[in-house]
C-alpha cells in the first residue's frame, strides 16, 4: 500500500465516524462494556498511572473506568482522529483534569517518548491502514513495565498483532480477541 492510499482509507474511516458519532453509543455500549468487564473483571487486567486510550472515540472507555471507580491514573491520553467522536467526550461533561483529548491518528501520537504504561486499543486495530507504523508508534511510547492491549474482531481477516510482533500474547475472546504485549 502506498503513502497515499493509506490516507485515503484514514480518511476514509474518520469520515464515516464523524458522520455516526451522535448514535455511537446508543448502538455499542453495552457491546464495549462487555469486552471492558471481560478485560478488567474477569482477566483482571490492572490500568498503570499514564493511560493512552487510542481511538478512544465517545469516551466509553473512560466512563467505564470512572464510572467503577478504577481511577487511580494521573494522566488518560484520549486520542481519536474523528473530531465529531471526540466532540461527544465533550458533551458528556466529564471533567476531569486528568483527561486530556487529542484530536490525531494512532500511526501520528503527538506525545514524548516512553510517557504511557498502560495502551489501550480497543475495536481499532481493522481501522488502521498502516499497522506496522502505529506499532511503531506505540512501542515509542510505551514506559518500562507498561503493556499494550489490542482487541480485535474475533472474525477479523486482518493480520493480527502477533504476526507483526510475536511478543504479543492473546489472552482470550469475548466478541473480540483481546491481545497483550508487555515491556520489561
Same mark, same amino acid.
Given at each position: 500500500?502506498?503513502?497515499?492510499?493509506?490516507?485515503?482509507?484514514?480518511?476514509?474511516?474518520?469520515?464515516?465516524?464523524?458522520?455516526?458519532? /451522535?448514535?455511537?453509543?446508543?448502538?455499542?455500549?453495552?457491546?464495549? &462494556?462487555?469486552?471492558?468487564?471481560?478485560?478488567?473483571?474477569?482477566?483482571?487486567?490492572?490500568?498503570?498511572?499514564?493511560?493512552?486510550?487510542?481511538?478512544?472515540?465517545?469516551?466509553?472507555?473512560?466512563?467505564?473506568?470512572?464510572?467503577?471507580?478504577?481511577?487511580?491514573?494521573?494522566? !488518560?491520553?484520549?486520542?481519536?482522529?474523528?473530531?465529531?467522536?471526540?466532540?461527544?467526550?465533550?458533551?458528556?461533561?466529564?471533567?476531569?483534569?486528568?483527561?486530556?483529548?487529542?484530536?490525531? !491518528?494512532?500511526?501520528?501520537?503527538?506525545?514524548?517518548?516512553?510517557?504511557?504504561?498502560?495502551?489501550?486499543?480497543?475495536?481499532?486495530?481493522?481501522?488502521?491502514?498502516?499497522?506496522?507504523?502505529?506499532?511503531?508508534?506505540?512501542? /515509542?511510547?510505551?514506559?518500562?513495565?507498561?503493556?499494550?492491549?489490542?482487541?480485535?474482531?474475533?472474525?477479523?481477516?486482518?493480520?493480527?498483532?502477533?504476526?507483526?510482533?510475536?511478543?504479543?500474547?492473546?489472552?482470550?475472546?469475548?466478541?473480540?480477541? &483481546?491481545?497483550?504485549?508487555?515491556?520489561?
Amino acid at each position: 500500500m502506498n503513502h497515499y492510499s493509506d490516507l485515503w482509507e484514514m480518511d476514509n474511516s474518520v469520515f464515516k465516524y464523524n458522520i455516526t458519532y /451522535r448514535s455511537y453509543d446508543q448502538l455499542y455500549r453495552e457491546e464495549q &462494556f462487555s469486552k471492558y468487564r471481560f478485560v478488567f473483571e474477569e482477566i483482571g487486567l490492572k490500568i498503570g498511572k499514564v493511560i493512552l486510550d487510542v481511538g478512544c472515540g465517545t469516551g466509553l472507555l473512560i466512563e467505564y473506568l470512572l464510572d467503577r471507580r478504577i481511577d487511580y491514573f494521573k494522566k !488518560y491520553f484520549c486520542i481519536d482522529p474523528s473530531i465529531g467522536m471526540l466532540s461527544r467526550v465533550v458533551e458528556k461533561k466529564i471533567f476531569d483534569n486528568r483527561i486530556i483529548l487529542l484530536n490525531s !491518528y494512532g500511526e501520528y501520537i503527538p506525545l514524548i517518548d516512553r510517557i504511557a504504561d498502560s495502551i489501550f486499543l480497543f475495536t481499532v486495530w481493522d481501522n488502521v491502514a498502516d499497522k506496522e507504523k502505529l506499532l511503531s508508534e506505540l512501542f /515509542r511510547i510505551l514506559s518500562s513495565n507498561g503493556f499494550i492491549l489490542i482487541s480485535i474482531y474475533e472474525k477479523s481477516s486482518s493480520l493480527k498483532p502477533v504476526d507483526l510482533c510475536s511478543e504479543f500474547e492473546l489472552i482470550g475472546c469475548r466478541i473480540d480477541c &483481546f491481545y497483550v504485549y508487555t515491556r520489561e
